[in-house]
Structure formats: C-alpha cells, structure tokens
C-alpha cells in the first residue's frame, strides 16, 4: 500500500524483534495519555462539572428547540453562503480566463484583495460600516473570501485539462463557450470537487463568525444556556455538548471530500495500485488518504 | 480487506453521528423549560397603550408603526434587569420593563414588543444600522457615546459596587480590597476604575460577568466589581450564597439609546418616562424586579432633555 | 484621510498586537505541529492515534468555538491568564494542526529510496530524520507552512473580539471618536496587507534560499 511509503523512507519495515518493542512503546504511550486524559475527566468531576444540575437543563424540550434553532440558523447561513461563493467563485474564473486584459485585470485584483483579507474584516466591514444586519453582513463576507478562493480552484481545475482537449474542440468548430461548457468545465469539475468540498468546509467552520457580530447561530444559543445562574452556570456541558456537533457536520464533510478525491483517484486508471502490502502488520492505518 | 474497511467507515460514523443528535431529542425531552428565578409574570404592572398617538418628525417611530410593532435591543445575560429566558425565549427585568412602558406611551401594545440582543461592543452599531429602533440595557450615558447616539432618560443611576461572598468577612468597601482578587469584565470601565482607583486590588478579568461570578462561588476571586444593579440581580438569583456590600463608588447614569438623528423619538421617550414616572409604573416595575433583591426603590432620576445636536 | 496620521499611536498598538500574535502563535504552531508530525510517522500506534486525533479534530473545530471554549472554560479551572496568552494557545494549538499535515506530506514526498540508502550507509534512525529525509522535506514544506502562517495572521483577528488588542479592534476607538468608519477600515486592511505581504516576501526568500528542486 502506498499508505507504508511515509514510513518505510524513515524506518524499514520493522522485523518481529522491533514489532515487539513497538508493541511495548505502544503500550507505554497509550498509558500516559489515559493518564493525561484521565487527570482531565478529575479535573471536570472535582469542578462539579457532572453534576445533575448543571446538565439537567438539556433535558428540557425548551432547551433542546434553542439549540436546534440556533443549528439551523448556522445550517442556513451556511447554506446561503456556499451556494453565493460557488456562484460568485464562477463568476470571478470566467474573469480571469477571459480574452480581454482589462477584465481578467480586474478579476485578479479582485481575487488577490479578498484572498489577503481576513473574512472578518470583510464581516465587520459589512456589519458596521455599510450598516447591514448581521445575517447578510455574515454571508457577504463569506461569500467574498470563499468565492474568490474557489474562483482561483475553478481556474487552475479548468486549466489543468490537457490542453489537446481544448484544441481539440476549437478545431471542430465550437466557440469559447461551448469548449468551456461541453468539453473543459465537466472534465475540471471531476479533478476540482475535493478542493471545492474542502473549502466548503471552511465556509461551515467560519459560519461561527456569525457569533461576533450578533447572527443568533449555534454557538450564541450555547453561550445563553452557559451563562445562566439558575442553571448553575453549565458552561463546559454546552461546549461538551456543542463541539462534538460542530466537529461531526465539519468531519462530515470533509469526509464527502476525502470520498470524492479516493474516487476520482481510483477511476482515472490506478486500480493498479492494489499491490500486494509486504506484510500485514506493517499496515499503518490512519496515515493515508487524508487531503 | 483494508479498502472496504476505509470505505464503510464515514457511513459508520454518519448513522452513529446522526443517531447521536437524534436520540437526546427523541429519548428524553421533558417538556417546558427549566425552572427560573425571575420576576413573577402576575406581579409586573399593566401599561396602558396610548391611543391615537402620532409621532410624525421620527423616522423611527414612522417604521415602526408600518412595519406594526417596535424593535428593542436588550441584554440577555443580566439577571432581573434584562434577561432572556433561554427555553422559551422571553425577556424580563427592570429594563424590559422600562422598554415596555415607553413602547405603550408610544402606542404600541407591548405584548407585540420584539427584543433582539445586542451586546455592550455591538450597541452604537445596531442603533445606526436600524437593526433596532432603541436600546434598553445598562447604557451609560457618556459624553464619548452622545456624538453617536442620542439618549433619553436617564432613567435609573447606577454605581460601582462590590459583589461577594455572603460568608465574607473584612470587606466592607472597596477600601477594603488590598490584596483582594477582584474580578471585572475585560476591557470594562469598572475594571479600570478599579485599576486606577484601588490598585493594591489584584484586579483579574474575564470575558463575561458570569464567569466572575462563577469563580466568586467556587472561591477562585474575593470579589466582582460591576454596576450595582448587575451586582443585585446576581444576589437576588443566588442569595444564600452571595451578598452586595458597600456604597457605590462611581454614578452611571442608564439611559435609553435612540438613533442620533431622531431628536423627535428622544424627546418622546423623555416625556413618556416622565409620565410614568409620576404615575407609579416606574416604582411599581423596580418592585417587580430589582427590588426582589431587597433593596428598596429610589427616587427616579430627573430627565435631562439637551438640546438637539449640531 | 488624517484618520491614520491623527491615530498613528493607536494603529501602532493595534499592529503591534497582530504581529505578537501571529509571530508567538506561529512558534506554538511550529513546535507543537513538528511533534504532532512526529507522532503521526512514529513506528508507535497509540501515538500515531493521538496524533491522528488531534489533527482530525483540531481541523474540524471552528476557531471561534475553540477562542469560545479556551478564553471562556479555562478560568472556570482557575487558570487565569491574560487574555493574549490564551488567543495565543487557542491560535497555536488550532494551526499547529494544519502544520502537522504540511510536515507529513512534506515528509512523505521523499521518495523511499532516500531513507533506504541512508540506513545501507549505516545511519541510525534519528541521523536518517534529521540529516536525509527532514533537509529535503523542508524544500517542499516551505510554501504550505507560509500559506498557513498567512491564513493565522488573518485569523488573529478573531481574538480582538475577546478583549484582545489587534488590528481589527481598532475599528471600535476611532468609531467613538467620530472617524470616518470606511476610512478606518482602509488602513486596518493595509495593515492587514502589509503583515500578510511580509510572510509571504519572508517566505519566497527562504524558498528561493533553500527550496531547490529535486
């Protein structure tokens, strides 16, 4: 497996006498951090972070409908700006493979200003000094820097097309258009999804942003449960409660772009790489196929 | 062997995680919400709506009455002046209270009234952006904050106190500090008047009040420095375990934020709380609320009317 | 326009602060993601797994749920800190992850052959690393770590919304002041410009110094 490769340049395949003192320093690891973790849950039990009171309000139907609301409204943000930001990622691609200098002038600057910003200057920008209200502001901002960032995926995902298909097409008569619709964008988009997921994640992760500014989303709903007396104050259940979600929907996705880049790696003729592993214990699971 | 593993492994993880939010909601879900302390529904008084009320200079007052109910801005976090009970979503406290009165003299029913909030670093931005059409919320009127928004009120004067423990012995005041952890929102005007005026305090600062207070019960600081009235809403939510102590250090006149332009709307608000004033609704919502801490009522502050801006 | 000039003192500080946070925020990064790295080519499986998880797990948090959960849950544990020191744990610990995985494919370009030649020459395992496979890693590693460190110069602007002093914090003084609002967010996006602009210079030179190719 070409999942070996990362080890084998620095170590060689470990024979039975190194398995075992792996095993052994394996073993020694995994103690300390049960130690690590272990000092962590006494150091939550010790604060009274288990106790009945603090998680009993999640019980409520009240409680949970909050939360839920506030996931939607961040599910919705979301929604808003991944569907501008792959529109307006269009857009900006077909400026900057245009014919005329001046738009593809124009297109650039655009691109490399938003790529440079931080999106919550962008945010900010909007919310305060445009004066808009906090949802639009937060998809304004994520729709530039995602959209331009995409912009920049579409280009080099359609100019990484070889180049024979082009002329190709040319020669058979079409017209820029079609060459781009027919023949260059549906052959990019295949090479392009992992990329285009990937950032989609990072739009999801930075709808949190919407925190700062107001936008009632997930984390704003968890904060307004932490912060009540009556309650007892239950601020490490919210965030055990609501990073898992956070997390799971993010992993989720790049999951999507893991999925969809093994797939297009295994369609473009490598099944070939099924090559018998040198032995099985040598098997480093985990270490490949991230993006 | 390994491939069908990796590839049966994300839709694992996709039923595990989507039983995982699932199940809370579908297992158990007691109804309602969690019980609260706060100001009892059937003791708040009733305003009464002014009818044929027109406000034609504001713009404000104009859009609102198309758009058929008022937009107010609100804490959420602070207990007995304005605070939002998370499960079911409603706001209460003295300033809601305040809010609701000044939206009946307004002529609107204050049941119809909407809070939206809006944190302390966000106030001047939602008023200009007419995300709101007025604030209510601990808004200390300042000369700095005048050249962006306008005012009306004051309605209630605050000042600097001191929060603590009700088991503490030997502080009295804030004279008696030296060597005190006390602790403050970061960046707040009560930690820096802390900082200047008693700097042998050790002064300790957190993002939000309820973090203080939280550290206060669990013996991690002496005590928290805010407005009194922060303080006593805290003391009325927990009052066997913390007390206010001491005579307030400092004056913070609350007003009621308005878009800078509107002097119509400022003007209004300023007649409208004088006249509940006078007619008892002012007393009888700080009874409701703030007074459950058991300080009694003072005497309203008088209105300061200034002239509109350049 | 005299926004800037009238508050050259304030923009100061407010650069100052981003660029403390970016530079001791890239030093966590750097450090904790070389050991993350390490751990996720080790021989060991449990510290590959801890590696692997925390990775996996940093990369899917949004940063503004791990500023929300270090600058708001660490003090309910009595560890209290100024506030920039957490912005610079939580901005650290979070990139540290994206710079594990440069350095893994960093490491994983160098082709086999390379560690196998070294180690018929008799070099031991920490040689091999540190002498072979780490100078030519570091080639291919440069422009993935500089675009990392660019993306935490710009998200230390998060940190300003927790009481920290930076760039995009200063919006907030100079609206109070009565500045033109659009004007200050010209010069906190020229500032923002120029640190973003000066990793990036930093890092072409060091790629035309020492990113040969193979």
Request: aromatic fraction near 8%; charge should be positive; include cysteine.
């Amino acid at each position: 497996m070409t999942t070996t490769a990362s080890a084998t340049a620095l170590y060689d395949v470990p024979g039975p006498h190194a398995r075992r003192r792996h095993r052994l320093y394996g073993a020694i690891g995994g103690l300390v951090i049960l130690g690590i973790v272990a000092g962590v849950v006494l150091l939550l039990v010790d604060t009274g972070q288990f106790t009945a009171a603090k998680w009993r309000p999640f019980t409520y139907v009240g409680i949970q409908e909050l939360l839920l609301r506030g996931l939607g409204n961040t599910l919705r943000a979301f929604g808003m700006a991944a569907v501008l930001s792959l529109a307006l990622g269009a857009v900006l691609a077909c400026g900057r493979l245009s014919e005329h200098r001046a738009v593809r002038w124009v297109a650039t600057l655009v691109v490399e200003f938003f790529r440079a910003m931080p999106v919550l200057v962008m945010i900010f920008f909007v919310f305060v000094a445009l004066k808009v209200q906090p949802l639009p502001a937060l998809v304004t901002g994520l729709t530039l820097y995602n959209g331009s960032v995409l912009a920049e995926v579409f280009r080099t995902g359609v100019n990484s097309v070889d180049r024979g298909q082009g002329e190709a097409a040319y020669s058979l008569g079409m017209h820029k258009t079609q060459v781009m619709t027919h023949v260059l964008v549906p052959q990019a988009l295949r090479a392009m999804l992992p990329a285009i997921i990937s950032q989609l994640v990072v739009a999801l992760k930075d709808t949190s942003l919407g925190f700062l500014i107001t936008y009632e989303e997930f984390l704003h709903a968890g904060k307004l449960i932490a912060g009540n007396l009556d309650y007892d104050l239950p601020f490490i259940p919210v965030v055990m409660i609501i990073s898992p979600i956070y997390i799971g929907l993010c992993m989720l996705l790049s999951r999507l772009a893991t999925l969809a880049a093994r797939h297009q790696r295994r369609s473009v003729k490598t099944e070939t790489d099924k090559v018998a592993p040198a032995e099985p214990g040598t098997l480093l699971p985990g270490t490949g196929a991230h993006p | 062997m390994t491939t069908r593993r990796a590839r049966s492994r994300p839709r694992l993880t996709a039923v595990l995680f989507l039983a995982a939010l699932v199940l809370p909601v579908a297992a158990c879900g007691r109804e309602g919400s969690p019980p609260v302390k706060g100001p009892r529904p059937e003791q708040l008084p009733v305003y009464r709506v002014a009818t044929g009320f027109q406000l034609p200079g504001s713009s404000v007052w104009e859009a609102a009455r198309r758009r058929g109910h008022l937009v107010v801005g609100a804490k959420e976090d602070q207990p007995y002046l304005g605070e939002k009970d998370p499960a079911t979503g409603t706001y209460s406290g003295f300033d809601i209270e305040i809010a609701k009165m000044l939206a009946a003299s307004l002529g609107f029913d204050p049941k119809t009234v909407v809070f939206r909030t809006i944190a302390s670093a966000n106030r001047e931005t939602a008023l200009q952006n007419g995300q709101i059409d007025y604030y209510v919320g601990t808004y200390t009127i300042n000369d700095l904050r005048k050249r962006q928004v306008g005012f009306a009120g004051p309605y209630y004067i605050a000042g600097q106190s001191l929060l603590i423990r009700k088991d503490e012995k030997g502080i009295d005041g804030p004279q008696d500090l030296a060597g005190k952890r006390v602790c403050s929102a970061a960046g707040s005007t009560p930690l820096q008047r802390l900082q200047r005026e008693y700097p042998r305090a050790r002064a300790v600062a957190y993002d939000t009040y309820s973090i203080c207070v939280d550290n206060l019960i669990s013996l991690q600081v002496d005590a928290v420095t805010t407005d009194d009235t922060i303080l006593m809403g805290y003391a009325a939510k927990a009052p066997d375990v913390l007390r206010v102590v001491g005579r307030p250090f400092s004056r913070e006149p609350y007003g009621i934020g308005v878009p800078r332009s509107d002097t119509a709307l400022r003007l209004a608000l300023d007649d409208a709380l004088e006249q509940h004033e006078k007619n008892g609704d002012w007393k009888k919502a700080y009874d409701a609320t703030l007074g459950l801490s058991g300080v009694p009522a003072p005497a309203p502050p008088p209105v300061d009317r200034y002239p509109a801006a350049r | 326009m005299n926004v800037l000039t009238d508050n050259l003192s304030l923009y100061g500080r407010g650069l100052l602060g981003t660029v403390q946070l970016t530079v001791y925020s890239s030093l966590l990064a750097l450090a904790l993601g070389f050991l993350m790295a390490a751990f996720r080519v080790a021989p060991v499986a449990s510290l590959r797994a801890f590696g692997t998880a925390w990775v996996t797990v940093l990369r899917n948090t949004p940063l503004t749920l791990l500023f929300f959960a270090v600058l708001l849950g660490l003090p309910r544990f009595g560890l209290v800190l100024p506030f920039q020191l957490f912005a610079v744990l939580a901005l650290g610990c979070y990139t540290s992850a994206f710079i594990c995985e440069a350095l893994r494919s960093g490491i994983n370009t160098v082709p086999t052959g390379q560690g196998e030649a070294a180690r018929s020459l008799g070099m031991t395992f920490s040689q091999t690393l540190g002498t072979v496979v780490l100078p030519q890693a570091f080639r291919t590693v440069i422009p993935p770590i500089g675009s990392t460190l660019i993306a935490l110069a710009k998200n230390s602007a998060i940190a300003g919304s927790f009481s920290v002093t930076e760039l995009l914090g200063t919006y907030k003084p100079l609206n109070e002041l009565g500045y033109s609002i659009i004007w200050s967010f010209v010069w906190i996006a020229v500032g923002y410009l120029i640190v973003t602009l000066s990793i990036s210079a930093l890092f072409n030179v060091l790629e035309r110094r020492w990113g040969v190719p193979r």
